[in-house]
């Protein structure tokens, strides 16, 4: 199983941006996917994750409002659309995927088995 993450850029203060992530050798059917953040020098955080079949969604306290994640089916692809960004949210995200994940665990990275890449989310003016 391949990730591909891409989306990422520059935007300022207040914009918004569409992070993708396009699984390769497996559908997402069945899986969680989730989408994490790491700025230089700090943990990979949570941002956000999609359990596929039921299509239940879950954020951390810091995007909510602000960051939507959705999944494409035809395109085995999942979104995030990421409004009203803030310079805090400069850093590089990864999307990360698990096919046995229980809903419990899907906050934390060590739980995912496959990654994609991570591309850079840059905000400034």
């Known amino acids: 199983v391949q990730l591909q993450a891409s989306g990422g850029g520059l935007v300022q203060p207040g914009g918004s941006l569409r992070l993708s992530c396009k699984a390769s050798?497996?559908?997402?059917?069945?899986?969680?996917v989730g989408w994490f953040s790491q700025a230089p020098g700090k943990e990979r955080e949570f941002v956000a994750a999609l359990r596929w079949r039921a299509g239940s969604t879950y954020y951390a306290d810091s995007v909510k409002g602000r960051f939507t994640i959705s999944k494409d089916n035809s395109r085995n692809t999942v979104l995030l659309q990421m409004n009203s960004v803030k310079p805090e949210d400069t850093a590089v995200y990864y999307c990360?995927?698990?096919?046995?994940?229980?809903?419990?665990?899907?906050?934390?990275?060590?739980?995912?088995?496959?990654w994609g890449q991570g591309t850079l989310v840059t905000v400034s003016s």
């Open positions: 990360a995927a698990d096919w046995s994940m229980i809903r419990s665990s899907l906050y934390y990275a060590p739980n995912y088995d496959f």
């Open positions: 050798g497996r559908t997402f059917s069945g899986s969680t």
